[in-house]
């Protein structure tokens, strides 16, 4: 099939960028997104031009490395699928994609369609840990955590960070990255001595980051490719209140008394 590609062309986080009309003939309905990208890039090469270049490593659906906007679609807008997972057979001959890398201030732009997301590492930085004691190993399943549990803690940890949520929501909002993480080990028993702590510093650090608050919109969850629900965003809000609520300044107290 062939296909017409506009693809956002951006040398630097400083230059304006613009949109770069691609004619990709030949594509093979089994490449994935990305191998046709590749595919692109090659004939580029030979030409002399500049390649495109895009976030990719695994190109498994699991590291979260991947990830633009095709047609104004987080990842292409397949329910449960990354950019790199997407096939060609999706689309047919003669359709015009539109390529866009994520669009957020805490995102910004390092090269065409590739972004810096270093704001969603700080995030975890600031809280996605827990405290274990030095020594030997602890023996396996030494500490019981209920199925019930565990499968939430799992569900949240399906988060690969890859930030389409932010990309989606109107407002550029990280609460549904930040409520996966906050959920994942506040279901856990090993991460609650830290769980306030960590509510409010992940929360704090989003506002450090620029991104805006969630609205509740919900396009975050359509978006996310490991289908993250909008019940870590509901966790994240009440243990941050919490935590706010059990952990303010002495003076403050004292005035509400």
């Not at 046709?36 to 990719?56: C, Q, R, T």
């Not at 790199?84 to 732009?109: N, S, T, V």
């Not at 600031?126 to 405290?131: D, K, L, P, Q, Y």
């Not at 190993?137 to 019981?144: K, L, M, R, S, V």
């Amino acid at each position: 099939m062939k296909l017409t590609l506009h693809v956002w062309r951006q040398k630097n986080a400083q230059d304006k960028g613009r949109l770069v009309r691609y004619e990709v003939p030949n594509v093979n309905e089994h490449m994935s997104f990305l191998e046709m990208l590749d595919v692109l890039n090659e004939s580029l090469i030979e030409k002399g031009e500049d390649p495109i270049a895009f976030d990719h490593d695994c190109r498994e659906g699991i590291c979260g490395m991947c990830g633009m906007m095709v047609n104004g679609k987080a990842h292409g807008g397949h329910k449960g699928t990354t950019i790199c997972q997407l096939h060609m057979r999706h689309f047919k001959d003669g359709d015009e994609l539109y390529l866009e890398p994520w669009r957020a201030k805490a995102f910004p732009i390092v090269k065409d369609l590739a972004v810096n997301r270093g704001a969603l590492d700080r995030i975890i930085a600031a809280g996605g840990f827990i405290s274990v004691p030095t020594g030997s190993a602890p023996d396996g399943n030494a500490i019981p955590v209920q199925k019930q549990e565990s499968d939430l803690a799992m569900d949240a940890a399906a988060c690969i960070g890859c930030g389409a949520c932010v990309a989606a929501c109107p407002n550029a909002a990280a609460a549904l990255f930040t409520g996966a993480k906050i959920s994942h080990l506040g279901h856990l028993p090993q991460g609650q001595p830290e769980r306030d702590r960590r509510s409010m510093a992940m929360v704090e650090q989003m506002r450090i980051e620029d991104f805006a608050n969630c609205t509740n919109i919900g396009e975050c969850v359509a978006a996310c490719p490991k289908e993250i629900q909008l019940e870590v965003i509901v966790r994240m809000n009440r243990d941050y209140i919490k935590g706010a609520l059990t952990n303010r300044p002495t003076s403050l107290k004292g005035d509400s008394a």
